[in-house]
């Protein structure tokens, strides 16, 4: 099952012609998370050919406008489309102000629920989890509050050796203990140990979105070992003082935390409007971290085993 | 000076891959009105590069989101992009209601006054004027009150013909009497025509845009000799019955309401999704008007004389 982010938008604050504000699907082995959702965002998705009722989930890191212009699209396509399944918002709390007039209007039509889980911008936090996969957020340093999100794989269960089934005559129940850890005990006494009748299982995979921020160190044991790391580098290090002064991150504090966290792989994304090229930013950050790639929109990054 | 109109948008409710939701941008003689504003309208506008600084009048003809959720986007824009004309805004007056909580959260920051015009959805009314151009709204049928937009060049002054300054010793200050029609008295009392010193103005180009309506002969008189009319059809005949139950147009309707009001040209738009070509849209209504075009995101049409 696949794990894998497609990047909808790699632009910053004002969109260009070939960059798209914010916005990204995380596939998380069939379970798929919208994660920003800047304007335009819907004509992205169905130019990746992401079929709208798979998304059930949008996650909003913060409320400025392009992280989110595209949402009242979205909620208002889906009712258009007929879809009935109810969407869960992970955002500030203050969203939902901000789109309610908008809903409003559109509210004798719609078909669905709208859950809204308001975000903690104070510590990492759990905000959902099924049998596949877990989500965190957790706060990043910007001029409002803004949250990152961290994607990880459950643990899964060993793998059976399946030649051992037919040679211990093993039951189906006892198949369900011995991939949780058990050992097997034959009818004869004979105590066969896990190690012997199972294979470790995949590691779980992760990845990491952190939006907008500035360089911020703090968020490096959360996201530690990180398979895939997004991070934000809206500017190089030659406007480094206007990445301090906008809180946002140059190629080279992105490719800091890539590091320090261990990350399998970097990718960098929220480009400044003023930059034609992404190569100066690849150029920066890979002295630091040489696993860098620079997002483009429509290109979906898999992480493997 | 031109006159002409340039398609952001083609879709209908939903965009598609490659038509996005309604929006156009109207040069009139060096006036640039914005009519519509439906999603990723600004990166539209990017690509055609056309300046946003241009823009000052934004034009909205209803509030179903196809035709405005694009319009917080341009506002933020004009801000980010250290934009300080005023922006006026043509459109019903609940849609101020509408973005007031996004407008708000921008506030610290806007650099520019936003000033509302609410439309008079009942009869046609002038809200536009001034030395080169002249708009009007005028009420269509929809679901929800909606206005069609009307763009007419203002009568021109005659043209001097040059020789008879010099033989007549022309005054500067006669000139500009006779280009308004005056005739020229000769310092001996000779009495020169009008007629004589002038040719006839260039004619005053129109464009006429007919957003979402069902089939209404009621706008034809208003549009009467419009050089250029856009009309929505966003079914073909086959599905009449749905043109009809959600009060849009067939080709064919659009069509007729060209035919009807003798217009120069006619451009069709706001097809729905489920057409992937627009081919049988002029099929449709090349049987009754000729002259007919079907809208292509990007694509500009001018009026010449």
């Known amino acids: 099952m696949p794990f894998e982010v497609t ?15 914010t916005a990204q699907v995380i596939n998380a082995r069939g379970r798929y998370f919208l994660t920003d959702c800047g304007e335009g965002t819907q004509i992205q998705i169905r130019r990746q050919k992401i079929g709208f009722g798979k998304i059930r ?12 212009y595209g949402l009242i699209g979205m909620i208002s396509s889906f009712n258009l489309l007929g879809i009935h399944n109810d969407i869960h918002i992970y955002s500030h ?14 509210k004798k039509e719609l078909q669905f629920k709208i859950i809204f889980h308001p975000l903690n911008f104070k510590t990492p936090e759990k905000i959902f989890f ?12 910007h001029s409002i509050p803004c949250c990152g999100f961290l994607f990880r794989e459950r643990e899964r269960e060993s793998n059976m050796i399946k030649e051992y089934i037919e040679l211990y005559k093993i039951p189906v129940a006892d198949i369900k203990k011995i991939k949780k850890g058990a050992d097997f005990v034959t009818d004869d006494g004979m105590i066969i140990p896990n190690s012997q009748l199972t294979t470790p299982p995949l590691p779980p995979r992760s990845y990491a979105f952190c939006s907008d921020t500035a360089y911020y160190p703090e968020i490096v044991n ?6 895939l790391l997004y991070h934000e580098s809206t500017f190089t290090e030659e406007l480094k ?30 480009f400044s409007a003023r930059y034609k090229e992404t190569e100066i930013f690849l150029q920066e950050a890979r002295k630091v971290f040489p696993e860098t ?7 979906t990054f898999k992480i493997s085993h």
């Open 57 to 68: 989930h949008i996650l909003i890191s913060h409320l400025h406008g392009d992280h989110y």
């Open 130 to 141: 099924d049998d596949k996969v877990e989500v965190y957020s957790f706060p990043l340093k």
């Open 7 to 21: 990047i909808l938008g790699s632009s910053s604050a004002t969109p260009t012609s070939d960059r798209y504000p």
């Open 93 to 106: 709390s203050q969203l939902k102000e901000l789109i309610q007039p908008q809903l409003d209007f559109l």
């Open 222 to 227: 959360t996201i530690k070992n990180v398979d």
């Open 293 to 299: 790639e620079a997002a483009v929109d429509g290109q």
């Open 241 to 270: 003082e206007w990445a301090v002064n906008t809180l946002h991150s140059t190629a080279l504090d992105a490719a800091k935390i890539a590091q320090a966290a261990n990350a399998g792989k970097l990718i960098l994304g929220h």
